[in-house]
């Protein structure tokens, strides 16, 4: 796999997710409500020597974060341990995923591969692509496509947007949907901040639909992939 390889949560996996439709957005049984592990068999796009490709679901944070439960790149490490019978298999995290948002995340398979990986996405190399769905209008109907940029910064347990600070963040988002009821954006990030495909929405007036953090309505998933 290439530095300039194109990561993007716009392709095949998305299918597995949600779906906006006429009548509204329905999801998958892979991702109802469910007090066990979702079923990771068919998690994998893309293997080779150096790096795996998988698609997260969610639900599930990207590494552990208690000794209790496993992380996504943990259950993925296991899995190739178990396939190749090599308990000496690791995988690196290169980039991260919210708990609650779905989509392509890229492991390394070795800490070379995990240094050129972390460059790539340093000097924006890497394009990502994120989609969400919103039962909110926005205000200028006519835009379907704007920059939002915005200072990110987490205060206390919460990711905040702070109006007074310089810019750390530059999203743009592009409308590619609409039905009566909801909407489709996509999400282009040129930085990488926490929270960053979900904050600017709230600010732009189309909150995604089941963030509560962030002033999106309850619904039985966050619809960010």
Known sequence: METNTTTNASGRCHQECFTLGHEGVTFSKMNSTSSTTPDISKNFHYLDDHYVACCKPHGIPTHRTDEEKLGFVELMENKLKFQFSNENEKLFVVHRLDKDTSGLLVFARNKEAAAKMSLAFAAHKIKKEYLFVTDKKHPDTKQESFVIE??????????????EKPNNSKTQFVQ???????TLWQALPHTGKPHQIRL???AAGIPVLGDLAHGGPPLVRLCSH
């Not at 910064?153 to 990711?159: A, D, I, L, V």
């Not at 590619?176 to 909801?182: F, S, V």
């Open 200 to 202: 600017p929405p709230q």
């Open 176 to 182: 590619l949907k609409e039905t009566k009821t909801h």
């Open 150 to 163: 915005s200072h990110i910064e987490k205060k206390g347990p919460h990711f905040i947007s702070h109006a």
